[in-house]
């Protein structure tokens, strides 16, 4: 029984200095106030504001890309691309999804920076001006701030069905013809 409760003692010892520790995850930091204004400036239409967050060689990419060499959105394009939401929604907003909320990562391998990684999952919402098509879009946003809290990258993972239909709905388009006769339409005599 006593070489028992030693071994077991060891291999917790072992076990627990086995492990390693790459960082630090906080709930509530700076990079994520950061983050949160800067969605806010987003919805807000603020184009100034949201391009005071981001670094001049900033990228935005499609983390469900299939694309081999992604070399991802520049600034004024990504700027472009948010404007877009805020013009043509009404009701337009971020909001996090449920019971969920940010999270601020900061790695110590690898990062000589001292950059820090910010996860929001997010729930984009509104209505299509001109068409009415509703938008609700779920999203996993991957963040990566300077130490000073500018953004330089973001990665957003989404459905791609979702954002193709408010791609689509962006743009006049025609679901078919309507026929009044045709060879495929039945005829029924009483």
């Not at 627990?16 to 790459?22: H, R």
């Not at 907003?93 to 019971?99: G, H, K, M, N, R």
């Not at 999952?121 to 938008?135: F, N, P, S």
Request: aromatic share 10%.
């Amino acid at each position: 029984m006593k070489k028992t409760i030693i071994v077991v003692l060891m291999l917790c010892t072992f076990i627990t200095y086995a492990q390693k520790n790459n960082g630090t995850i906080y709930i509530e930091h700076p990079a994520i106030d950061a983050v949160q204004e800067f969605v806010k400036a987003s919805v807000a239409g603020d184009r100034t504001k949201l391009a005071s967050y981001l670094t001049d060689d900033f990228k935005a990419y499609n983390g469900t890309s299939n694309k081999l060499k992604d070399k991802g959105r520049d600034k004024e394009a990504f700027l472009d691309n948010q404007m877009v939401y805020h013009d043509q929604l009404d009701y337009y907003a971020i909001e996090t999804s449920p019971d969920s909320y940010p999270d601020a990562i900061e790695f110590k391998k690898d990062n000589p920076n001292g950059d820090v990684s910010v996860q929001t999952w997010d729930i984009l919402k509104g209505v299509k001006k001109d068409t009415g098509v509703k938008i609700d879009a779920a999203a996993l946003r991957l963040y990566m701030l300077t130490k000073n809290n500018k953004i330089k990258m973001i990665i957003s993972y989404g459905n791609e069905g979702v954002i193709d239909e408010i791609q689509l709905s962006f743009s006049d388009r025609s679901n078919g013809t309507i026929y009044n006769h045709h060879d495929n339409i039945m005829q029924y005599e009483e």
